[in-house]
């Protein structure tokens, strides 16, 4: 947290009453949140200045000790709600981006949501990889990989323009602003909107990657 405190999720379960999910540790013991009481299935969870941001179930909470603000995409078109949130960001800009399990992805930027699903030319599927850029693009990874600006997608990445597979499983991002990327395929980067593969660098029995750390 912004304070320097440990935060961990425990009991992940579909209990709402359950108690609490998100405790505190001082050095010695774990202490619940209590603003976040009754909140379950909680994936994953980011702070902003002094509030708690983090799902529970499909919803995005944005939280402190003095109120709380529930968000939910809506239907539309053929975009449904999500089953679950599976992952939290927020770019310098302060837009949030949610991924979610079976529904896509959507932004919110204290105005407005926006959803990212088929309709929009950006596939869903349960695993994602996101990282953001030294530009605050936000590239999210689906069955392909999306370049999003601004809450819009701006490119898309699939194996036509030069990717090994269109399942990614990690991304990061190196120091010069290459993106990097994981497949069962082989690894990739993309540097100035080429992409690049490393095919020839591994023998076929080391094509399989899953994780990727720059330090």
Same mark, same amino acid.
């Given at each position: 947290s912004p304070n320097g405190q440990l935060i961990v999720c425990a009991g992940?379960?579909?209990?709402?009453?359950?108690?609490?999910?998100?405790?505190?540790?001082?050095?010695?013991?774990?202490?619940?949140?209590?603003?976040t009481k009754f909140h379950t299935q909680i994936n994953d969870f &980011?702070?902003?200045? *002094?509030? =708690?941001?983090?799902?529970?179930? +499909?919803?995005?909470?944005?939280?402190?000790? @003095?109120?709380?603000?529930? &968000?939910?995409?809506? *239907?539309? =078109?053929?975009?449904?709600?999500? +089953?679950?949130?599976?992952?939290?960001?927020? @770019?310098s800009d302060g837009i949030i981006f949610i991924s979610t399990w079976g529904a896509g992805e959507f932004s919110y930027n204290d105005k407005n949501i926006r959803t990212f699903t088929q309709v929009d030319g950006h596939i869903n599927q349960w695993d994602h990889g996101a990282v953001i850029d030294n530009e605050n693009n936000l590239w999210l990874s689906s069955n392909g990989l999306s370049k999003i600006k601004n809450q819009h997608i701006i490119k898309n990445y699939n194996i036509s323009n030069g990717l090994p597979t269109s399942l990614?499983?990690?991304?990061?991002?190196?120091?010069?602003?290459?993106?990097?990327?994981?497949?069962?395929?082989?690894?990739?980067?993309?540097?100035?909107?080429?992409?690049?593969?490393?095919?020839?660098?591994?023998?076929?029995?080391?094509?399989?990657?899953?994780?990727?750390?720059?330090g």
């Open positions: 992940w379960d579909w209990n709402t009453y359950n108690g609490h999910s998100l405790y505190t540790f001082n050095g010695i013991d774990f202490s619940p949140i209590e603003h &980011i702070f902003d200045n *002094n509030q =708690l941001i983090y799902n529970t179930g +499909n919803r995005l909470v944005i939280a402190d000790v @003095n109120y709380q603000q529930s &968000i939910s995409p809506l *239907n539309s =078109l053929d975009k449904s709600k999500p +089953n679950n949130v599976n992952s939290i960001f927020k @770019n990614i499983r990690y991304l990061t991002l190196d120091g010069f602003g290459n993106i990097w990327g994981t497949t069962e395929k082989g690894l990739f980067s993309i540097n100035n909107d080429e992409v690049i593969t490393y095919k020839d660098k591994f023998v076929e029995s080391k094509q399989n990657f899953r994780q990727i750390s720059i």
